[in-house]
């Protein structure tokens, strides 16, 4: 065990909300050390000399973790996505009230509105990323405010897992690039083939530019083309 690690061989919770919680018993390991102090942070799961991750939230407090992770450790991260989600509303003493469908469905690439935000972390050989597709649940509670009575989030609950994307390596990222769209393309394009609106498409040029795997090969009006580049 490295010397910068402190073991600790029980899952604990440090306050956090039920969907970190179930998808850190879903990953662990037998083995595995939780909520380590390390390196000036405190890791999730230590398995090994691997530190791994779990980000149910924004990753605007991520990045410096990460960069001080990647220094002298392989990190795994594990990002959820809600591919399915249900509503569940609960009173102010949290009795189920009402629970509902929501018509949104969200796939693989969605996280790339939040792996943007790692820039050339995405590119560190140390790092590899599990995409989990989740069932899940909204929790919403009411909240009052100076007007009128409202529900907000009040908690996320683990439903199912039902798909998982692994990117160990920078070629696994081109996976979200629909096989049907060859040559040079623009992000019209991109968003076109992959379905998205072409502020996601953006984002993806953006992360896989940023990796090395697409490059700007020129220029169609006053759009960029991109291509796949032909090493990975």
């Known amino acids: 065990m490295s010397a910068d690690v402190a073991p600790l061989s029980v899952i604990g919770t440090l306050n956090e909300g039920s969907l970190h919680a179930a998808l850190k018993a879903w990953v662990a390991e037998d083995g595995d050390l939780f909520e380590v102090p390390i390196l000036g942070f405190v890791a999730d799961i230590v398995r090994g000399s691997t530190l791994i991750e779990i980000q149910t939230g924004t990753m605007s407090g991520l990045r410096r973790k990460l960069e001080t992770f990647l220094r002298r450790h392989e990190v795994r991260l594990i990002l959820p996505v809600a591919a399915r989600k249900t509503i569940v509303h609960v009173d102010e003493a949290g009795r189920e009230l009402s629970r509902r469908s929501s018509p949104r469905r969200a796939g693989a690439v969605d996280a790339f509105r939040q792996l943007v935000s790692l820039g050339s972390l995405l590119g560190d050989s140390n790092?590899?990323?599990?995409?989990?597709?989740?069932?899940?649940?909204?929790?919403?509670?009411?909240?009052?405010?100076?007007?009128?009575?409202?529900?907000?989030?009040?908690?996320?609950?683990?439903?199912?897992?039902?798909?998982?994307?692994?990117?160990?390596?920078?070629?696994?990222?081109?996976?979200?690039?629909?096989?049907s769209l060859a040559g040079d393309f623009t992000t019209a394009e991109l968003a076109e083939s992959m379905r998205q609106p072409r502020w996601m498409a953006q984002k993806v040029a953006y992360a896989l530019r940023t990796m090395g795997v697409l490059r700007v090969v020129g220029k169609r009006g006053n759009a960029f083309l991109y291509r796949r580049d032909a090493a990975t």
Do not use: K, N, Q
């Open 127 to 179: 790092l590899s990323i599990d995409i989990l597709l989740l069932h899940e649940e909204e929790v919403r509670r009411p909240s009052r405010t100076r007007r009128r009575e409202r529900f907000s989030v009040d908690d996320r609950r683990l439903g199912e897992v039902l798909e998982w994307v692994s990117l160990r390596h920078p070629a696994d990222y081109l996976g979200v690039i629909p096989a």
